[in-house]
């Protein structure tokens, strides 16, 4: 006992300086604020908090998880930035969507999130800054690209400062037995990525689309023979029973989000730039816009094409790359490709998700392995 008294003590110290290296950063944080207020800045720099979190977890030796690490500086931030000013932001709501749970993985918990019925919403909030940022879906691994986000970066002139990525696990929420179920309401994206359970454990149940997972869980409690596809956090918050969890096709399922405002993201040596343009509707066009990517070997990781809504088979095309729009050889491609498509738009360069980066390294190592 006599040992565990000291290790005690000991523990007892270090919470002590703890807390005062945290009220000291607290103290920090508001001479910042003023700094910030004096001079018209943004308070919020997606591209510094990922870029102090990065850093802290390379100094850690491994004792503490680089996941509690994450969590433990991602709150310390939120805080001490609430204390320069609590930010505001829009999400597609009501509370305990899965937009919602990204929200605060990116900002934490102490602002002041507002949720939004629409995706549609959460870009007039930002765009009449009723808002400061917003969050929105933009791809699923399994259900694919949202392609109602695309077309509302085509209608507004906001920008993209930074990403989410997150694991998605669906439930199936219901307060009867699933023999009684008539009807499942959701998001439509659920549906999509929950295909072959539905399939098998549900054939002939109407499914309803709601504008939201959250939403799906408030429809269902008022429906006797309801249920919904939503997250645990869901069921906890309307008091609905998870009676099938982990419904979702793929166990991977991820899905990623975008963080909109005016302006986008500093440079951080990992990035990420996403740009819209149209092309000429004659053959080869597209081929020659991309091909100042190819000649300077820049990675193009996602290419989508949305109609204009202006002219009948014209076509918008939607490109995210690897890396920031001042590195030269992507400024340059730029400058390439302005010079020859009909129109051209940078919604943003912004810092990769350390989560996808992690995973793609992850994946990386386990191909080496099963090669080796």
Request: proline residues 5%.
């Amino acid at each position: 006992m006599d040992q565990m008294d000291k290790l005690r003590q000991r523990i007892d110290e270090i919470d002590c300086d703890l807390v005062a290296l945290i009220d000291e950063r607290a103290r920090l944080a508001c001479e910042i604020g003023e700094f910030k207020r004096m001079n018209n800045m943004s308070f919020f720099d997606p591209s510094r908090q990922k870029m102090v979190i990065q850093k802290a977890i390379e100094r850690g030796t491994g004792d503490f998880p680089a996941s509690g690490i994450k969590s433990v500086f991602s709150e310390i931030m939120s805080h001490c930035l609430a204390l320069e000013r609590p930010i505001r932001i829009g999400y597609l709501g009501p509370e305990a969507t899965f937009t919602h749970m990204a929200a605060q993985k990116e900002f934490g918990s102490a602002h002041d999130f507002q949720p939004l019925t629409s995706v549609a919403d959460v870009f007039k909030a930002v765009k009449e800054n009723w808002v400061d940022y917003g969050l929105v879906p933009i791809e699923n691994s399994t259900g694919g690209i949202v392609y109602n986000t695309l077309d509302l970066f085509a209608e507004n002139d906001l920008k993209v400062c930074s990403e989410i990525t997150m694991p998605i696990h669906m439930h199936l929420l219901s307060n009867i037995p699933l023999s009684k179920v008539r009807r499942i309401y959701s998001h439509p994206q659920p549906f999509l990525q929950c295909q072959k359970w539905l399939r098998e454990n549900m054939p002939g149940v109407i499914q309803v689309e709601t504008d939201s997972t959250a939403t799906g869980v408030k429809q269902a409690k008022e429906d006797e023979f309801g249920a919904a596809i939503a997250s645990e956090l869901a069921a906890k918050l309307y008091d609905f029973k998870i009676t099938a969890r982990s419904i979702e096709d793929k166990k991977d399922n991820t899905t990623r989000f975008l963080v909109i405002s005016h302006v986008d993201g500093k440079r951080t040596g990992n990035d990420k730039t996403l740009i819209m343009f149209s092309a000429d509707d004659k053959p080869g066009a597209l081929f020659r816009l991309l091909q100042p990517f190819a000649e300077r070997n820049i990675n193009l990781t996602q290419i989508e094409s949305r109609p204009t809504r202006e002219k009948a088979w014209e076509y918008l095309f939607f490109v995210d790359m690897l890396g920031h729009r001042d590195d030269p050889p992507i400024a340059e491609a730029l400058k390439s490709l302005e010079n020859e498509c009909r129109f051209l738009k940078i919604l943003g360069s912004y810092p990769r998700c350390r989560d996808a980066v992690e995973n793609e390294l992850a994946t990386s190592t386990l191909a080496s392995k099963s090669k080796s």
